[in-house]
């Protein structure tokens, strides 16, 4: 398996979005759809893009945010494409971020059986990851993508000049999933942010910054395109946020904003249970904090949070299986810790609620 394959990655690459979906479209018809703040920002562009390439163009807009991810969202974009009698050689386009993408992946891949999937991801978070993988899902009351499918894009166009349309807050938040990858895969990486965070919006580092982290994510994907083994080395940190994220509400907390939190948690288990030095979890948490990152959360019943945690998708017959970083730019996955060290160290996380 080869997850580059079909990823075409550089500045500009959005308007030539057309000659690369082209041949995709044996019917010369295919389906956009992006949130209005990103179709206002993005849409006429990538249409015009499409268009140039004599692409005929179906858009649609859908709600923004996690929000979006839902069974009865999907159903409307069902009955969408049903009603423009959709084949099933026609592409359907997500334009926007990781709900965007996670979201139209999911009918993508459930419409007809499945339909060409193109991913232009427009945010950081879905530029490094989850456009890359085929992952694609929606939520449920009971958890973030419980209902979902491998349905890799056959093809994904990232263009980094696209993140200048972020507001400060989202490239901000985006940012954790960076720090992240440095954290597990990179210690120069983590190095070249920590001498970088004066400049986080500069072009040239985001195209950098983008190029790196798309290749580890690629590479760790080839080695388990399933999600079996090691592959769960990028769930760093998202056995607390996505728990956050589910008790809170979709959408109280950025995601971004709720993997940082959830690693500061993994990152102090992974502390005091003798996996990682105090030095690199410093380190960790100081370059959250001077980025912008929140290392807390309020408004939530920390014992909420941990039965939530039970539900996510690592558990096995009851117990959360841990990523935990041993150096900066190594980590390990499947460790069993004590729920006695958990429980203190999820409430230590929250701010009076």
């Known amino acids: 398996m080869n997850s580059l394959e079909g990823v075409i990655i550089g500045r500009g690459a959005l308007d030539r979005a057309g000659e690369i979906v082209r041949e995709l479209a044996p019917t010369g018809r295919v389906f956009l759809c992006a949130d209005p703040n990103v179709m206002n920002f993005l849409g006429e562009r990538t249409t015009l893009a499409l268009e140039s ?20 969202v999907a159903a409307d974009v069902y009955h969408w494409l049903a009603a423009h009698r959709a084949e099933r050689g026609e592409p359907l386009i997500a334009l926007g971020g990781g709900c965007t993408g996670d979201l139209i992946g999911f009918v993508a891949a ?5 339909i060409p999937l193109v991913q232009i991801p427009t945010t950081l978070l879905a ?11 929606v939520d449920l009351p009971a958890g973030k993508n419980l209902v979902g499918a491998f349905y890799p894009a056959h093809r994904v166009i990232i263009d980094p000049d696209a993140l200048a349309t972020l507001p400060r807050e989202q490239l901000v938040a985006d940012y954790a999933e960076v720090i992240k990858t440095a954290v597990i895969f990179d210690a120069d990486l983590f190095d070249l942010i920590e001498a970088s965070t004066h400049r986080l919006d500069d072009p040239a580092l985001l195209a950098e910054l983008v190029e790196r982290c798309v290749r580890w994510k690629a590479k760790v994907v080839d080695e388990d395109p399933e999600d079996r083994g090691i592959r769960a080395i990028l769930n760093y940190g998202h056995t607390i946020a996505h728990a956050i994220e589910t008790v ?41 904090t001077a980025i912008g990152l929140p290392d807390t959360f309020s408004g939530v019943d920390p014992s909420q949070v941990l039965d939530a945690m039970l539900r996510d998708k690592k558990v096995q017959h009851g117990i959360i299986r841990w990523v935990l970083p041993t150096t900066l730019g190594h980590a390990t996955v499947n460790n069993k810790l004590d729920p006695t060290l958990v429980s203190p160290v999820v409430h230590s996380l929250t701010r009076s609620w």
């Open 53 to 72: 390439a004599g692409l005929r163009v179906q858009a649609r807009t859908i709600p923004e945010g996690e929000v979006s991810k839902s069974l009865e």
């Open 110 to 114: 459930t419409y007809a059986r499945g």
């Open 127 to 137: 530029q490094i990851d989850s456009s890359i993988g085929g992952k694609v899902a």
């Open 248 to 288: 809170a509400g979709y959408g109280a907390y950025r995601h971004g904003e709720a993997v940082a939190i959830g690693m500061v948690g993994a990152g102090r288990l992974a502390q005091q249970s003798g996996h990682w030095s105090a030095a690199d979890l410093t380190r960790q948490n100081n370059l959250l």
